[in-house]
């Protein structure tokens, strides 16, 4: 009976460690998987679209820009004079334009029509100029030579008649289709000119593509310039992305879009951060990864996007991504 009792005991207390077992590896807190890996570098090279001679720069290595802010200027007496020439021609065309589309003055009008009745009266007169000689040669009146005047006469008043009446008609119907067409191309070819000259112009004034810092100053004032040379090199700090690096074992534990914390060596206070992006294949992790064992192994190159507010963050920074523990 002693035995039973000890076996049952036995029993019991190995009962009681494997719940006390169970429920502590359920609560116990994972440690927190940390990344490693750099503040990328992302800078863009500034320069002019047009080119020119730079009359001025307005910032220097280590300026912070926001997109939009001036850099330099180049002198723009060229490009101004370029599109006054293409404004006045724009001006032209469509003062052509209008003349086509409104058609002929009244005046000329009503000259055409005046000339036509003026040239329907002379072939009046004319016809009954002919057959009066006609009758007078029928009687032998008058000589051959004198009839056939008059018949000439006649046939020229009648030409001028013709083409009288044709012009009237012209002008009161007004110019081609055709002819406005044509001079709707032109009026806007010459839009596109002025388009282009007030482009250009505004090409004269380089300003900052993002949110930065001046890395280089390539060119001075006074030099001239050759279009998409670079005058400036901006590093670009907005937004800020991180380039981290995850091991197999742990991508389980990324997502995209999950917050993470950002952690760099010298700041007491860590950043927040979300994971914006993660690679679908592996690769050997960099050199500058800090850890040995990292950059010895396959990883998965994981993109997060930092909240940088006091502009701590440099490019090419190392940095450490904690993505919490394991139960979140």
């Given at each position: 009976m002693p035995a039973i009792k000890k076996v049952l005991l036995l029993t019991l207390v190995a009962v009681s460690l494997g719940v006390l077992c169970a429920v502590v590896l359920k609560t116990r807190t994972a440690p927190p998987v940390v990344l490693h890996g750099n503040v990328e570098i992302r800078q863009v090279e500034v320069g002019f679209r047009v080119g020119g001679r730079i009359a001025a720069l307005h910032v220097d290595e280590g300026t912070a820009v926001h997109a939009g802010t001036v850099l330099a200027h180049l002198d723009d007496d060229m490009l101004t004079q370029a599109r006054d020439a293409a404004r006045a021609t724009l001006a032209g065309r469509e003062a052509d334009l209008q003349r086509l589309t409104n058609g002929y003055r009244v005046e000329e009008i009503a000259q055409a029509k005046a000339e036509h009745e003026a040239a329907m009266a002379a072939f009046a007169t004319a016809e009954a100029e002919w057959k009066r000689v006609q009758a007078l040669r029928g009687k032998e009146a008058v000589s051959q030579k004198i009839l056939e005047s008059a018949r000439a006469e006649?046939?020229?008043?009648?030409?001028?008649?013709?083409?009288?009446?044709?012009?009237?008609?012209?002008?009161?119907?007004?110019?081609?289709?055709?002819?406005?067409?044509?001079?709707?191309?032109?009026?806007?070819?010459?839009?596109?000119?002025?388009?282009?000259?007030?482009?250009?112009?505004?090409?004269?004034?380089?300003?900052?593509?993002?949110?930065?810092?001046?890395?280089?100053?390539?060119r001075e004032a006074g030099a001239i310039v050759q279009a998409g040379q670079t005058v400036f090199t901006l590093s670009l700090t907005n937004p800020v992305w991180l380039r981290v690096y995850v091991e197999e074992p742990d991508l389980w534990a990324v997502k995209p879009g999950m917050a993470v914390r950002v952690a760099v060596d010298g700041v007491q206070q860590s950043l927040e951060g979300t994971v914006g992006f993660i690679?679908?294949?592996?690769?050997?992790?960099?050199?500058?990864?800090?850890?040995?064992?990292?950059?010895?192994?396959?990883?998965?190159?994981?993109?997060?996007?930092?909240?940088?507010?006091?502009?701590?963050?440099?490019?090419?920074?190392?940095?450490?991504?904690?993505?919490?523990?394991?139960?979140?």
């Open positions: 006649q046939a020229r008043a009648l030409g001028q008649m013709r083409s009288s009446a044709e012009r009237r008609a012209m002008l009161e119907k007004g110019f081609r289709k055709e002819d406005i067409l044509a001079q709707k191309a032109l009026v806007a070819s010459a839009r596109a000119e002025c388009t282009r000259a007030e482009i250009q112009l505004d090409d004269a004034v380089l300003r900052a593509p993002q949110d930065g810092i001046v890395l280089t100053r390539a690679s679908p294949t592996a690769e050997f992790a960099p050199k500058s990864v800090e850890t040995r064992d990292v950059r010895a192994s396959l990883v998965y190159r994981v993109r997060v996007q930092a909240q940088d507010p006091h502009t701590v963050l440099r490019q090419g920074m190392p940095v450490r991504v904690s993505l919490g523990t394991g139960n979140e």
